[in-house]
């Protein structure tokens, strides 16, 4: 088994303990849920973890792997949080059992984050840089804007749009309001759980990992390294970029999906979809290491539960946020501390290398 995993290669190694860390999470946190050794505080932060998770793992793939840099993430969650959230309250009472309305949301909200990034990415991805990033963030905030000034409603007659208020609907008495304006959806049903976060987890893991090891990831590196060189070998710029571009959109939007379906009423206000939201987001993916996918799964998760484990320090708690932030990002990217740890990483290999010869 040892000489097995030695011929393995290095990414192959990697990847595998990749996903070993997370199901192994998953075991010991199941363990604990069921034996009832967890708050209700903790259980509660599951989902939210499962959810910034595949955030940050899909904002890598733009970020890390293709080289740009994007903030309207929280836009494509938006998305498809909203268009699952509505397909699920209207089809509440025609679909009867959960799973199925559940997996059926999901692939919608997937889909529908995704063709909004192929119609965001066609013109947005010509541009690079700080105009990249300007463009994308403006996106993210017209949809929460739009959605906020969105009234749609449902009767016997079929569904009434508006952009004014309820009243201007013009529906029957019998009829239902799926989105009021800046209320939002209320009553989505709770499908959402920790199990299937991780299902998710893992299946995200699986398409970016093999997106990064086929031919189209390494033409998607080849672009961020060197872009006219890339293009100078025949490597389809465009077609690469949107597909990197539209693939993450579609799994900022499952995310979406499993973050609507763990709240009972769904709002497009700037803390759940706003400017902080995609900051954040791209906090876990700077601060994990851009292009590393393990560390943006760590750092998405202790900067999720940190915040709350910290709560009965009261006024101290964000400081001490603060300050753990400042401190790992230092020891990730200060010069210094990268010398230090390649220094002591490698006195530790020759320690080892010492000791089997002897």
Known sequence: MIVMWKKMKKTTRSNIITF????LAYAVIQAMVMTGNISSLFEGLLVPVCTYVILAISLNLVVGILGELSLGHAGFMCVGAFASAFFSKSMQGVIASDGLRFFLALLIGAAVA??????????????????????TLAFGEIIKNVINVLFIGKDSNGFHFSTKDVI????????????????????TPKDSTFTIGVILILITLIIVINLVNSRSGRAIMAIRDNRIAAESIGINITK???MAFAISAAMAGCAGVLYAHNLSSLTATPKNFGYNM?????????????GNIRGSIIAAVILTLLPEL???LSDY??????????????FNWAPKAIEWREKYLGRLK????AAKEA
């Open 20 to 23: 070993g860390m997370v199901i």
């Open 240 to 242: 690469y970029k949107l």
């Open 350 to 353: 020759h320690r080892k290398k």
């Open 168 to 187: 201007s609907l013009n529906m029957e008495p019998d009829g239902v309001v799926l989105i009021n304006g800046p209320q939002g959806i209320t009553g």
């Open 317 to 330: 708690r964000m400081l001490i946020y603060a300050i753990v932030l400042i401190i790992m990002m230092l």
């Open 278 to 290: 995609s900051i954040m987001i791209l906090v876990f993916v700077v601060l994990g290491g851009i």
């Open 114 to 135: 995704g063709i909004f990034g192929i119609l965001i990415g066609i013109p947005v991805l010509r541009l690079k840089g700080d105009y990249l990033a300007i463009v």
């Open 310 to 312: 910290l709560r009965g």
